[in-house]
């Protein structure tokens, strides 16, 4: 919603006190198809150069996310600790073997398919799954386990935040490409020296408009969107940063609702359920799971 508002406010502010001020639309209007050709097209061949279809779809499919903010809202979270609770709880007074038949098929787990959300996270499930592996291995260094963990976050989020890097190179690179769309209409002006001054103005002027085009569009509207969107995969990010902490306590020997409580602080701040609201979604939670 605030990007929106953003939006319409950007576009109202500049071009209003532009319109106010005195200015002619007709001169940015009468170039803007032609300029929006050199630097658009321009922009889109050199974000295709630059990306591998990987990124270039995760791209397009991230828009969504300057909009809609980050997936994970603070029910998901609430969902999650009680996820990590069942499962640290069934190590606690069962033991690993107990949770075979959990991590080896979620999909028909009873701890699993309660959060359907959650299940479609397929990172999540199997980071989930990989790291109570390790443990029936008897990798029960919580030192070793956290290492191997770190390094399944580092790279899950640097692959996340690709779209968003691309998104901000294309951003520095749009008023390079209105200078040279500029140039170009310098090089046409120059070309029709022998016209009157107030022809030459005009195409001098049609030539500028590529400069503000190139400028407006980088630092008003792609870098902010390519901010918005590394941002809201950072707080996404926190959610496997919860798993982490909660089986990294477990390993430490915590009890169940202690490694969950220690894995709520990490929840962001929006998010975060009260301590008295995480105690009634676990006791919530029905016996036989």
């Given at each position: 919603?605030?990007q929106i508002?953003?939006?319409?406010?950007?576009?109202a502010?500049?071009?209003?006190?532009?319109?106010?001020s005195?200015?002619?639309?007709?001169?940015?209007?009468?170039?803007?198809?032609h300029e929006?050709?050199?630097?658009?097209g321009?922009?889109v061949?050199?974000?295709?150069?630059?990306n591998?279809?990987?990124?270039?779809?995760?791209?397009?499919?991230?828009?969504?996310?300057?909009f809609?903010?980050?997936?994970w809202?603070?029910?998901?979270y609430?969902?999650?600790?009680?996820l990590?609770?069942?499962?640290?709880?069934t190590?606690?007074?069962?033991?690993?073997i107990?949770l075979e038949?959990?991590?080896?098929?979620?999909t028909?787990?009873?701890?699993?398919?309660?959060?359907p959300?959650?299940m479609?996270d397929h990172f999540?499930?199997?980071?989930?799954c990989?790291?109570?592996?390790?443990m029936?291995?008897?990798?029960e260094?919580?030192?070793q386990?956290?290492?191997?963990?770190?390094?399944?976050l580092e790279?899950h989020?640097?692959?996340?935040q690709?779209?968003s890097?691309?998104?901000?190179?294309l951003?520095?690179?749009?008023p390079?490409?209105?200078?040279?769309?500029?140039?170009l209409?310098?090089?046409?002006?120059?070309?029709?020296?022998?016209?009157?001054?107030?022809?030459?103005g005009?195409?001098i002027?049609?030539?500028l408009?590529?400069?503000?085009?190139?400028?407006f569009?980088?630092?008003?509207?792609?870098?902010?969107?390519?901010t918005?969107?590394?941002?809201?995969?950072?707080?996404?990010?926190?959610?496997y940063?919860?798993?982490?902490?909660?089986?990294?306590?477990?390993?430490?020997?915590?009890?169940?609702?202690i490694?969950?409580?220690?894995?709520r602080g990490s929840?962001?701040?929006?998010?975060?359920?009260?301590?008295?609201e995480?105690?009634?979604a676990?006791?919530?939670?029905?016996?036989?799971?």
């Amino acid at each position: 919603m605030f990007q929106i508002i953003g939006i319409v406010l950007l576009f109202a502010l500049v071009f209003g006190s532009y319109i106010i001020s005195g200015g002619n639309m007709g001169v940015i209007l009468h170039a803007l198809p032609h300029e929006m050709m050199a630097i658009g097209g321009a922009g889109v061949a050199s974000f295709l150069i630059a990306n591998s279809l990987p990124v270039i779809k995760a791209t397009v499919g991230n828009f969504g996310k300057v909009f809609g903010g980050p997936k994970w809202k603070a029910a998901d979270y609430r969902d999650l600790l009680s996820l990590l609770f069942l499962l640290t709880k069934t190590m606690k007074s069962k033991g690993v073997i107990a949770l075979e038949s959990h991590i080896e098929n979620p999909t028909e787990s009873t701890i699993f398919t309660r959060f359907p959300k959650i299940m479609k996270d397929h990172f999540a499930i199997d980071f989930i799954c990989d790291t109570l592996r390790m443990m029936t291995m008897n990798l029960e260094d919580p030192h070793q386990v956290e290492d191997a963990m770190e390094k399944q976050l580092e790279k899950h989020h640097h692959e996340a935040q690709q779209p968003s890097h691309a998104l901000q190179t294309l951003a520095d690179a749009l008023p390079a490409l209105g200078i040279v769309a500029a140039v170009l209409g310098v090089i046409k002006t120059m070309g029709s020296i022998t016209e009157p001054p107030e022809v030459l103005g005009g195409m001098i002027g049609s030539a500028l408009v590529g400069t503000f085009l190139g400028v407006f569009l980088a630092y008003g509207l792609v870098g902010p969107m390519a901010t918005r969107m590394r941002e809201v995969i950072d707080e996404e990010g926190s959610f496997y940063r919860i798993i982490q902490s909660v089986l990294v306590a477990h390993l430490h020997g915590n009890a169940a609702q202690i490694s969950v409580e220690i894995g709520r602080g990490s929840v962001p701040s929006g998010a975060q359920p009260s301590f008295i609201e995480l105690e009634e979604a676990l006791s919530n939670i029905p016996n036989e799971a």
